[in-house]
Nanobody
Framework: QVQLVESGGGLVQAGGSLRLSCTAS????????MSWFRQAPGKEREFVAG???????YYRDSVKGRFTISRDNAKNTVYLQMNSLKPEDTAVYYC????????????????WGQGIQVTVSS
């Protein structure tokens, strides 16, 4: 069983930056597609950024040019660097992993972190 633990969230002013980390247990992390999702109050969970086991990163349009997803397989960790944050980025952020091929749909992910709050003040 894989466990995912997020860290790095918090409160930041608009225009600021945060870096989220998600560390996974298990020995096969490098084979997992990893993604970040977020869910704001009263809204559906939405895809933010994702990275296949050996592929290119994918981003939702609203974060392109501001967010960067990366992974360090030696540390079993995936990161989400968030720059130029906006109040509309406020949400609980979740990392998710799957051994299936990368997709933007949350239904295909087998493993989820507990979620971490990101709040951007105006």
């Amino acid at each position: 069983q894989v466990q995912l633990v997020e860290s790095g969230g918090g409160l930041v002013q608009a225009g600021g930056s945060l870096r989220l980390s998600c560390t996974a247990s298990g020995r096969t992390f490098s084979t997992y597609a990893m993604s970040w999702f977020r869910q704001a109050p009263g809204k559906e969970r939405e895809f933010v950024a994702g990275l296949g086991s050996g592929g290119s990163p994918y981003y939702r349009d609203s974060v392109k040019g501001r967010f960067t997803i990366s992974r360090d397989n030696a540390k079993n960790t995936v990161y989400l660097q968030m720059n130029s944050l906006k109040p509309e980025d406020t949400a609980v952020y979740y990392c998710a992993g799957t051994q299936r091929s990368f997709r933007v749909y949350p239904e295909i992910y087998d493993y989820w972190g507990q979620g971490i709050q990101v709040t951007v003040s105006s």
